[in-house]
């Protein structure tokens, strides 16, 4: 039976030290793909080099970024991406991490799998979905996809069906702001403590990041009465038109119209249980599966 909730380790950003002229060193499991000169993207260049991994045993890939063009920059910065189906492994987050010394994490992202019996698709995102303060942009994604916050932000949310694994994707791509409060705290770190700090990412993402929410409407007519009588009324009916649509430009509205705390109108859907049970399954195997590697 197909799980409706499966959650996924999609991709992983770490920066590492090194000493100067080290190469990226052989990983058991990845074979190289290509070794190349980087062409400079944007204002700042970073790295000169960048060789290109690929995992024997599945779809997972990296990108070994060394040879840092900036002074202020981290000798290696690594990005890590899982095979679609299975997500990013352990045995293979590691098999990168234990090479690598004095590395913190800098961005993890999360995927979220509805399976279509589940009820969630594009439309049910924009009616009930809330990721902590991140607002929608509807000037990035596309016409197919949800986007909420942005790369400069503590969070980037994409919302998508996605074809290879037959499912609606919700995926939270998390920055440093939001997985390392404290800088001192991200360095010195061995590969199991990194390993670790990847299981305990679901612990920092629910229900403070992504949530699915509904409003009260009860109480919320009965205060718009109270507080604004025959308007109130108006309000009300107008605020049930923009749910129906999107739950964010209901609150918004709300908020205009003078409604403070909107957040007491709303109240967690039953779908958000079977979302916290997958990311704490998702956590606890990823612990289990690191903790027991050969």
Known sequence: MTEPIVVRLDRVRIVSWAKPGWKPPSIPGFRVVKDTWVRPQGPTPTYYRVRELQAEASGARAWWQYQPRRGWLRPWRITLVGDDRTGLTPYEAIRILKRCRYAWVVLVELAVDFDPTSGVDRAFVKRHGVFGKSRRRTDRGGPG???????????????????????????????????????????????????????????????????????????????????????????????????????????????TSGVNNVHRFLVPMRINEEMDSALTKWSLDFKDFGGSRQ
């Open 145 to 255: 996809q949800l986007r909420y916050g942005s790369r400069k932000s503590g969070k980037l949310v994409r919302a998508y069906w996605k074809d290879e694994v037959n499912a609606f994707r919700v995926e939270v791509e998390m920055h440093s702001q939001l997985l390392s409060r404290r800088r001192r705290q991200r360095a010195r770190k061995t590969a199991d403590e990194l390993t670790n700090d990847l299981a305990n990412v679901p612990y920092l993402l629910f229900p403070k990041h992504i949530a699915f929410m509904r409003f009260r409407w009860a109480a919320l007519k009965r205060y718009l009465k109270r507080r604004l009588g025959r308007r109130g009324s108006e309000l009300f009916n107008e605020a049930r038109a923009k749910a129906a649509i999107s739950l964010q430009a209901a609150a918004r509205f709300l908020r």
